[in-house]
């Protein structure tokens, strides 16, 4: 075991799975040489030399469209792009290339690649560079989105997609890199991806979140006067996501509340309700509810407060469901 904080895991996990299979090559904008904007690729290039940690002109479409070029040819690239707002020249060749190869080859070709990339607020950024663009992803047929919350989660979900044989986008909550360090096995494990996490149990309300959220909302609960009444689920992807367990969950509790950082219209949250009112409607005593981002761009460092969901927010949010009859 050794401690690590999130940014931490994901740099081990590169490098153990680097050392591992030799087909992996790492690159994007920055990443070699400076290992990364936020360093979560420091001393990669050092260890595994500059043919396979590879800094990249500002292309993202080329970075993207390159990797979907040497998945086909038998390698297992990982590319970073540098900030989650910078997606959109690149979402072309996610989704008319990456997200159709199996289906377009009749299953001849599939496309073992990661792309990875910080995001969302509480950093004080600037523009373009604090969107939580859950949606754009999830909404495509043949795209995976996984989200982490912890160090270790981080470590297994990101194993996961590396031996993936198909395209995952590995989003990763950059206010949390260095927020906690939790104990993370040094050997390799894998957690399946499409399979949420139950964090705590609960008997009144499940509430489900990923990402920066998870913790936000575990720091909701500790205000409560009891902490019993939320059964807290961590989703970790969202594309599939693991309905079976928030069902079973709201069958229990009989109320729901989704939290996410994302803008509110058409995002993650609707699906999810649209789910739980499809499986679990009959059991419902209230109401499904979402708390998130406001439908607008994110504010730059003296408004992101506002936009932000924070613990006080969820607090007041789970009372006012509670206070709900069926």
């Known amino acids: 075991m050794a401690l690590m904080n999130l940014l931490e895991a994901v740099n081990h996990t590169l490098d153990q799975q680097m050392t591992l299979n030799k087909d992996i090559i790492l690159y994007g904008e920055d990443i070699g040489y400076g290992g990364g904007v936020f360093r979560t690729t420091a001393g990669l290039q050092k260890n595994h030399g500059n043919e396979r940690v590879i800094d990249t002109p500002i292309a993202e479409a080329g970075i ?41 080859s009749r299953g001849r070709f599939y496309l073992p690649m990661v792309v990875r990339m910080p995001y969302g607020g509480g950093v004080r950024a600037l523009e373009h560079h604090s969107e939580s663009l859950e949606t754009l992803i999830a909404h495509i047929p043949g795209l995976k989105l996984v ?110 509340l989704i939290v996410h950082e994302a803008v509110k219209s058409f995002g993650p949250a609707a699906e999810i309700m649209a789910s739980v009112n499809e499986k679990a409607f009959y059991y419902l005593e209230a109401a499904p509810a979402r708390l998130t981002g406001f439908d607008i761009t994110v504010p730059l460092a003296r408004g992101e407060h506002y936009h932000l969901v924070d613990p006080k927010k969820i607090v007041n949010e789970i009372k006012r469901i509670l206070s709900l009859k069926a």
């Not at 040497?70 to 989704?95: C, D, H, K, T, W």
């Not at 996961?160 to 104990?183: G, H, T």
């Open 64 to 104: 993207v469209g390159s990797a979907i070029g040497m998945a086909i040819g038998g390698l297992r690239p990982i590319v970073e792009i540098q900030f989650s707002g910078f997606l959109f020249p690149a979402y072309n060749e996610l989704v008319t290339h990456a997200a159709r190869m199996r289906n377009r």
């Open 147 to 256: 989200i982490p919350s912890t160090p270790y989660d981080a470590k297994g979900l990101l194993t996961a997609a590396i031996k993936d044989n198909d395209p995952v986008i590995f989003m990763e909550p950059k206010r949390i890199y260095r927020a906690f360090r939790q104990e993370v096995p040094e050997e390799e494990y894998e957690i399946p991806l499409g399979k949420a996490r139950i964090v705590r149990p609960g008997n009144r309300i499940t509430v489900v979140a990923w990402g920066a959220m998870v913790r936000e909302v575990e720091n909701a609960i500790k205000l409560l006067d009891d902490e019993n009444v939320v059964e807290l689920i961590d989703l970790r992807t969202i594309a599939p996501f693991d309905k079976e367990t928030i069902i079973e969950s709201v069958k229990k509790t009989g109320r729901i």
